[in-house]
């Protein structure tokens, strides 16, 4: 059995996501961490509505998937964490330019539970395959929809079943090609940087 994939890269320890390859300093993480929002904030812009739904499609989910897998568990949270504060104090970031607590607001806060989840698989080697960055993704917005569509029902008075109808169902598809996308991205810049 040959031991060359568990050997990691020269100048890399286990543990590792994307972003810890950048030198290490406070400054770092503070940008990172900015930059994980705003990222958020531009890809909510990506706003598409869906007929019979109060929930558009946006380009977030992925966004703070990707945050929270390329920047780990911790800066991920924050990253997610300060995107949702400045979008409730009135910064017009959240999706298609809106701000403050709507009835997709459980999304968001799926979010910061998603980011963090997936910054916990990335740091365990998630990121690395294609079929683990899949399974990753998916868990992902497994969690987003898991706190997203109860509290949509809850915003909106729906039943359970509309609010699936309404805040799930219509989104699988292209959730199935946010993580397809993923799935090509982030094990590729692993291999970009292991060739250096």
Avoid: C, H, N
């Amino acid at each position: 059995m040959s031991t060359a994939a568990a050997t990691p890269r020269p100048g890399t320890r286990p543990g590792e996501v994307l972003a810890d390859l950048l030198p290490a300093s406070r400054v770092r993480d503070a940008a990172l961490v900015l930059g994980g929002a705003a990222l958020t904030g531009l890809a909510a812009q990506i706003s598409l509505p869906v007929p019979g739904s109060p929930v558009p499609v946006t380009g977030q989910t992925f966004a703070a998937l990707l945050v929270g897998t390329a920047l780990g568990a911790g800066r991920g949270l924050f990253s997610l964490a300060l995107y949702a504060l400045l979008g409730l104090a009135g910064v017009p970031w959240f999706a298609g330019g809106a701000s403050g607590v709507s009835v997709s607001f459980g999304y968001i806060l799926g979010m910061l539970l998603a980011s963090t989840v997936v910054g916990a698989l990335a740091r365990r080697g998630a990121d690395r395959s294609v079929l683990r960055m899949a399974g990753t993704m998916l868990l992902g917005e497994a969690i987003i929809y898991a706190i997203g569509v109860p509290y949509l029902a809850l915003a909106t008075g729906m039943s359970a079943s509309a609010a699936i109808a309404a805040g799930l169902t219509p989104f699988l598809i292209g959730d199935a090609l946010k993580a397809a996308l993923a799935m090509g991205v982030l094990p590729t810049a692993w291999k970009l940087v292991d060739k250096k």
